[in-house]
């Protein structure tokens, strides 16, 4: 089964300065990648997902995140982050053979002025 | 406007009571989901249903029960062998074209409680 490892689990950041959050999946075959996003009290949003071609994805808000297959990564970036960006982002994987998403254990990026 | 509704925002569940959440969807999705949070835990699957009348346990269903009656509406029954419900239960769906590629909308969520 695949596991979803989100490595840091608080990340606090000045407005404007970048952040990168990281996520790491375990698989031994394809895969589809997915960053969701969830402000304080709501359900969850997608910010990008992978699912093959290019490895830099783009999403909303300024978000993007590379594909690395050797490394098994999946970290998501932003170059400057604004007050709003305060909330949980979670990493997910989807073996391309079913519906169901593992989620990672989230990550809190904390944004101040 | 085409989302998913759930309710109540709040409930509180009673020992040894079954209480069941209530998830709506207007999004014509085939597909639909039901997720528990817990802090620091991340999201863990219940329950999901590709298709009306057929529905599949995720990694935690002991505790659950669902229906799929309607495309639209997915009901998951918290019951009293759920030792440990208290978290804050997601409602998602998808469309049904390309199995794993597609994005999941999600709902506000309902936060159960135990008095």
């Known amino acids: 089964a695949q596991s979803v490892t989100q490595l840091d689990s608080q990340v606090p950041v000045f407005e404007e300065a970048p952040v990168e959050l990281r996520c790491n999946y375990s698989s031994s075959v394809s895969v589809y990648l997915f960053w969701y996003v969830q402000y304080p009290n709501q359900g969850l949003q997608l910010l990008l997902k992978?699912?093959?071609?290019?490895?830099l994805v783009k999403g909303i808000n300024g978000f993007e995140a590379e594909f690395n297959k050797s490394q098994t990564s999946f970290h998501l970036r932003k170059p400057s982050v604004h007050i709003s960006d305060t909330a949980e982002y979670f990493c997910?994987?989807?073996?391309?053979?079913?519906?169901?998403?593992?989620f990672g254990k989230g990550t809190s990026l904390l944004v101040t002025p | 406007d085409g989302g998913i509704t759930q309710s109540p925002k709040y409930l509180f569940r009673k020992e040894g009571q079954n209480v069941t959440l209530s998830c709506e969807q207007n999004l014509n999705h085939d597909a639909m989901y039901w997720y528990r949070q817990d802090p620091g835990q991340g999201l863990r699957l219940i329950y999901y249903s590709q298709i009306v009348n057929d529905f599949q346990k995720g990694d935690i269903a002991e505790g659950y029960s669902v229906s799929r009656e309607k495309k639209e509406s997915f009901p998951l029954t918290v019951t009293s062998a759920q030792k440990n419900p208290t978290a804050f239960y997601l409602c998602?769906?998808?469309?049904?074209?390309?199995?794993?590629?597609?994005?999941?909308?999600f709902g506000p969520g309902t936060r159960l409680l135990v008095l």
């Open positions: 998602a769906s998808s469309i049904f074209s390309k199995p794993g590629q597609e994005t999941q909308y």
């Open positions: 997910a994987v989807n073996p391309n053979s079913g519906y169901a998403l593992n």
């Open positions: 992978y699912l093959s071609g290019s490895t």
